[in-house]
């Protein structure tokens, strides 16, 4: 591959060995200092997106990391022989993340409960509590002594060198004071203190805050790390869709083969209670098929021969004989997995303020402990200038803050996915909070997109509806199987028998046959004036009162008399007048746009509660509509199906796709729903800035927690096990509140 065609593909890196999201600001600085280089680094996703990689290769990239200080792998290098894939590498290291925690627990709740309940110090219980300390301040806290060292090495410091530094300064200390001053001597005993108080320095130990540090620390980062396989559980689901055998037919032979051995064109057999194993259009069989896995819709939709169907989705009761149309990469799977990924990989505008705090916040406070521990050496006892100062280094650690924005992206992401719901990335969460304006296209947004029969003059006379299906039963146009389709509703059988020997039709105008020695005509009114048909003052107002309604009409003459009207209508979809309602209170002014005419537009307008409309539109008009809606002043969200609707949905502020539509449309939108229905987008708008909201939560309390702890530790005001956990404390708070999102309930239909 040349350098040129690399350069425009995104490449992505597993990071191992973060601990925070400082390790994440150095290796994003590691990566960006090589030429041509653009990369993020997400420390909630453990991922390193290269979107700009000049002339370099993945090896390159990750000698960079691992010169840094970390590991990198692709995922390719983590995938095992038998196709599990790097999913399970986090479940490994949360399963030895929680034994380490477990043994650290079993060995420093004794330390603790001697340190804080002076009733229990038997004679050299100090000694003991040297004993259980050494292996949780050793082995325990390896992890943290490792990662500071090798950031020492490189000049650089993370919470790791914040928790190091505080736990081996309270173990050197205890040391000391053990071995040569009165702390070691039998019956010393001392009280627990909240607060750092003056005192002798060489009777005083602090083996409770090395342990109890290390152990909340070690909680913290275990419950941290659950939380973030947990919120990976939808892109873990949605990999873990696809099948992985499939019943093919070669030579006409069913064959079984490996899901990777189909091949475009080739057909397969899906049996009742099966995953369809990719997308096709079926070639025999009638079934209903369950979509709930990959839209959120409840209901199985009824599919037969031509009917387009997606893999991984399930097929309840018929056997069914698919062609596949995409496989591997290509299918609509494949698709919506990469576009969740590349959402939960991004980073909030928001969070690159949190990046940068936090890139230079360990250094910060490593200089305010120094000086609270000068400052406390001139003003008071050695004992608390040393408390004060290993407080700070412990509360202060800026976990919190690098944790904020990307669990509540990657669980809000998660969730939308599990709703059919997928927001490309998370710079879109700042577009929904800004939106105002909402333009709806009419023809398969609003409406089904499906024209209908709706009236019928004269209204009990099946003679002219029949009559008329008789003729639109040979043609093949949308007007024609409306028709049709309203004739078998009411149980008007046809056959290709009953077509008109001399079936003639007419495009744009209309068809024409001779049924029962008599000549019948159904087309527009141009059309059957110019076939020389009279049209009755009964039926001119039928016709004018049909077309105030929006409808379409098709006149049926039998001879030369026009006998009756019929109406078609593209129908409202049901739960399109909830959707509109619920956007008005977002906030939201919505906007039909449409290349139909200015009737049409006020019926289906005044159907869903749309007072604007801008009607007789053409396609490539649509994109002018927004820019002058923006010229306006208004942000503009655009929602639309086609690929006429493809240059409007890049223009405004947000595009959204209806999953229905067409690949350019959902390429072109900023958020893709996989459900055919408008109430998918309100809950888009409302998960996105319910995320937004959380993200916010999240910086506004890990901000402050920094902001007031340490003056408090500063002061004196924190023992240094309490500070440690606090700090653990807040990380769950921040990861807690994220995982709220889970919860999150799409709008129910009142139809």
Same mark, same amino acid.
Request: with cysteine; net charge negative; glycine share 10%.
């Given at each position: 591959?040349?350098?040129?065609?690399?350069?425009?593909?995104?490449? =992505?890196?597993?990071?191992?060995? !973060?601990?925070?999201?400082?390790?994440?600001?150095?290796?994003?600085? #590691?990566?960006?200092? !090589?030429?041509?280089?653009?990369?993020? $680094?997400?420390?909630?996703?453990?991922?390193?997106?290269?979107?700009?990689?000049?002339?370099?290769? &993945?090896?390159?990239?990750?000698?960079?990391? =691992?010169?840094? *200080? /970390?590991?990198?792998?692709?995922?390719?290098?983590?995938?095992?022989?038998?196709?599990?894939?790097?999913?399970?590498?986090?479940?490994?290291?949360? +399963? *030895?993340?929680?034994?380490?925690?477990?043994?650290?627990?079993?060995?420093?709740?004794?330390?603790?409960?001697?340190?804080?309940?002076?009733?229990?110090?038997?004679?050299?219980?100090?000694?003991?509590?040297?004993?259980?300390?050494?292996?949780?301040?050793?082995?325990?806290? /390896?992890?943290?002594?490792?990662? #500071?060292?090798?950031?020492?090495? @490189?000049?650089?410091?993370?919470?790791?060198?914040?928790?190091?530094?505080?736990?081996?300064?309270?173990?050197?200390?205890?040391?000391? #004071?053990?071995?040569?001053?009165?702390?070691? @001597?039998?019956?010393?005993?001392?009280?627990?203190?909240?607060?750092?108080?003056?005192?002798?320095?060489?009777?005083?130990?602090?083996?409770?805050?090395?342990?109890?540090?290390?152990?909340?620390?070690?909680?913290?980062?275990?419950?941290?790390?659950?939380?973030?396989?947990?919120?990976?559980? #939808?892109?873990? &689901?949605?990999?873990?869709?696809? %099948?992985?055998? $499939?019943t093919a037919l070669r030579a006409g032979q069913e064959v079984q083969i490996p899901i990777g051995q189909l091949v475009e064109g080739e057909e397969f057999i899906t049996l009742p209670g099966e995953k369809i194993a990719t997308d096709g259009v079926v070639v025999s069989g009638i079934s209903a098929v369950d979509n709930s896995l990959l839209t959120g819709e409840s209901v199985p939709v009824e599919v037969g021969t031509g009917d387009q169907v997606t893999g991984a989705t399930i097929n309840t009761y018929g056997r069914l004989i698919v062609r596949a149309t995409r496989v591997g990469s290509r299918t609509q799977l494949a698709q919506i997995t990469r576009l969740v990924e590349q959402a939960q990989a991004g980073k909030a505008p928001i969070q690159r303020l949190a990046d940068r705090i936090s890139a230079v916040f360990v250094p910060f406070v490593i200089v305010i402990s120094a000086l609270t521990l000068v400052i406390h050496l001139f003003i008071g006892t050695p004992v608390t200038a040393f408390t004060c100062a290993v407080a700070v280094l412990i509360i202060a650690c800026p976990c919190a803050l690098g944790l904020a924005t990307p669990t509540a992206?990657? $669980?809000?992401?998660?969730?939308?996915?599990?709703?059919?719901?997928?927001?490309?990335?998370?710079? +879109?969460?700042?577009?929904?909070?800004?939106?105002?304006?909402?333009?709806?296209?009419?023809?398969?947004? $609003?409406?089904?997109?499906?024209?209908?029969?709706?009236?019928?003059?004269?209204?009990?006379?099946?003679? %002219?509806?029949?009559?008329?299906?008789?003729?639109?039963?040979?043609?093949e146009h949308p007007i024609a199987r409306a028709v049709t389709q309203a004739a078998a509703s009411k149980g008007i059988m046809l056959t290709s028998a009953q077509v008109p020997a001399d079936f003639q039709s007419y495009?744009?105008?209309?068809?024409?046959?001779?049924?029962?020695?008599?000549?019948?005509?159904?087309?527009?009114?141009?059309?059957?004036?110019?076939?020389?048909?009279?049209?009755?003052?009964?039926?001119?107002?039928?016709?004018?009162?049909?077309?105030?309604?929006?409808?379409?009409?098709?006149?049926?003459?039998?001879?030369?008399?026009?006998?009756?009207?019929?109406?078609?209508?593209?129908?409202?979809k049901e739960t399109s007048a909830q959707a509109i309602s619920l956007f008005k209170e977002l906030g939201l002014t919505p906007v039909l746009l449409t290349g139909d005419t200015e009737n049409v537009a006020r019926q289906v307008g005044q159907q869903v509660g749309i007072k604007e409309i801008i009607a007789e539109v053409k396609p490539k008009d649509k994109v002018v509509a927004v820019f002058r809606k923006q010229g306006r002043g208004a942000t503009v969200a655009m929602i639309g199906d086609g690929v006429n609707d493809a240059a409007a949905l890049a223009q405004a502020d947000l595009g959204i796709a209806m999953g229905n539509g067409t690949d350019v449309a959902m390429q072109a939108a900023d958020i893709t729903l996989m459900r055919p229905d408008l109430l998918a987008a309100v809950d888009a708008i409302r998960l996105s800035r319910r995320t937004l909201k959380i993200i916010k939560g999240n910086l506004f309390w890990a901000f402050a927690y920094n902001v007031a702890a340490i003056p408090l530790a500063a002061l004196g005001l924190l023992n240094p096990m309490l500070a440690g956990a606090a700090m653990a404390c807040s990380s769950a708070f921040v990861v807690g509140n994220s995982l709220r999102l889970r919860s999150f309930k799409p709008v129910k239909s009142l139809s």
């Open positions: 591959m040349d350098s040129s065609s690399r350069s425009h593909e995104c490449l =992505e890196l597993i990071i191992g060995g !973060m601990s925070c999201a400082a390790c994440a600001a150095h290796v994003e600085k #590691a990566l960006n200092k !090589m030429p041509g280089v653009n990369a993020t $680094v997400n420390y909630a996703t453990e991922k390193a997106t290269i979107s700009e990689s000049g002339t370099f290769s &993945a090896k390159d990239f990750i000698k960079a990391v =691992e010169k840094a *200080g /970390y590991s990198a792998f692709t995922d390719g290098d983590l995938d095992s022989e038998d196709g599990s894939q790097n999913s399970d590498t986090g479940i490994g290291e949360l +399963i *030895g993340l929680r034994r380490r925690l477990i043994i650290c627990a079993i060995l420093a709740a004794p330390v603790i409960t001697l340190a804080m309940i002076p009733p229990l110090q038997f004679p050299y219980w100090q000694w003991l509590s040297l004993v259980l300390t050494i292996p949780v301040v050793v082995w325990g806290a /390896y992890p943290f002594h490792r990662a #500071a060292f090798l950031n020492a090495r @490189r000049a650089t410091t993370t919470m790791d060198t914040l928790i190091s530094l505080g736990t081996l300064a309270a173990f050197i200390w205890s040391l000391y #004071a053990l071995f040569f001053g009165d702390a070691g @001597r039998v019956g010393m005993t001392h009280d627990f203190q909240l607060l750092a108080r003056p005192g002798d320095a060489a009777s005083h130990i602090y083996l409770e805050v090395c342990s109890g540090v290390t152990l909340f620390i070690l909680g913290g980062r275990y419950f941290e790390k659950r939380a973030k396989v947990r919120a990976g559980d #939808a892109l873990r &689901a949605l990999a873990e869709m696809g %099948v992985q055998e $499939v992206l990657l $669980v809000g992401t998660g969730r939308g996915a599990n709703l059919g719901i997928l927001i490309k990335g998370a710079e +879109i969460l700042e577009s929904t909070r800004k939106i105002d304006t909402v333009i709806l296209d009419k023809t398969g947004t $609003v409406t089904t997109g499906n024209m209908e029969l709706v009236s019928v003059f004269p209204p009990d006379d099946l003679g %002219v509806l029949k009559a008329a299906a008789s003729l639109e039963s040979g043609s495009p744009g105008g209309g068809v024409s046959g001779t049924r029962d020695g008599q000549q019948v005509l159904a087309g527009n009114r141009k059309f059957i004036c110019e076939q020389g048909a009279v049209i009755s003052s009964t039926i001119e107002d039928v016709i004018t009162e049909y077309t105030r309604r929006g409808e379409t009409i098709v006149l049926v003459a039998l001879g030369n008399q026009v006998k009756g009207v019929l109406g078609i209508a593209d129908q409202v």
